[in-house]
């Protein structure tokens, strides 16, 4: 067991608002997380995420760098945002280059165990649980399904 590496939940270079709730274990660094923002346990931000005031961050979401969420969001349970659409069939490993980037308006709230890929999502826009959101949404309202569309 000599040769294993073990590595700690941590909040490490994170910019932290005022009135932040973390719920450990959380694995966030070097982001950026705003006022009164609620991070639920088994969450993990990565390196560059912004996330705006008054959000909500429920249990075993996964936010991958190239992310920004708006204020007064809601991302339900188990929520997975991806940053690479593995264009030449197989994962573009380090090369950020290749990565794209995701754009969440405010008051938008995602249901539980949604994918996002990288896409942009207009002001108060509803996403349903199970929902693969993999265009941009540009026009408010309700969506869902697989691939996720708009149904109000």
């Given at each position: 067991m000599s040769d294993v590496k073990k590595y700690q939940s941590q909040l490490r270079d994170v910019k932290l608002g005022s009135g932040v709730t973390v719920v450990e274990p959380v694995n966030a660094y070097e982001c950026e997380i705003g006022n009164d923002v609620f991070v639920g346990p088994f969450?993990?931000?990565q390196?560059?995420?912004?996330?705006?005031?008054?959000?909500?961050?429920?249990?075993?979401?996964?936010?991958?760098?190239?992310?920004?969420?708006?204020?007064?969001?809601?991302?339900?349970?188990?929520?997975?945002?991806?940053?690479?659409?593995?264009?030449?069939?197989?994962?573009?490993g380090n090369d950020k280059s290749k990565w794209g980037e995701t754009k969440i308006g405010n008051h938008v709230s995602i249901g539980s165990n949604a994918t996002l890929l990288p896409v942009t999502i207009c002001d108060h826009?509803?996403?349903?649980?199970?929902?693969?959101?993999?265009?941009?949404?540009?026009?408010?309202?309700?969506?869902a399904g697989n691939p996720a569309k708009k149904i109000r």
């Open positions: 969450v993990e931000i390196k560059g995420v912004v996330i705006g005031n008054r959000t909500r961050i429920q249990s075993h979401t996964f936010i991958c760098e190239l992310v920004t969420i708006g204020e007064d969001c809601f991302i339900a349970h188990g929520v997975m945002f991806t940053n690479d659409l593995f264009k030449e069939g197989g994962p573009s826009v509803v996403i349903g649980a199970g929902a693969v959101v993999t265009k941009n949404i540009t026009e408010s309202g309700i969506y």
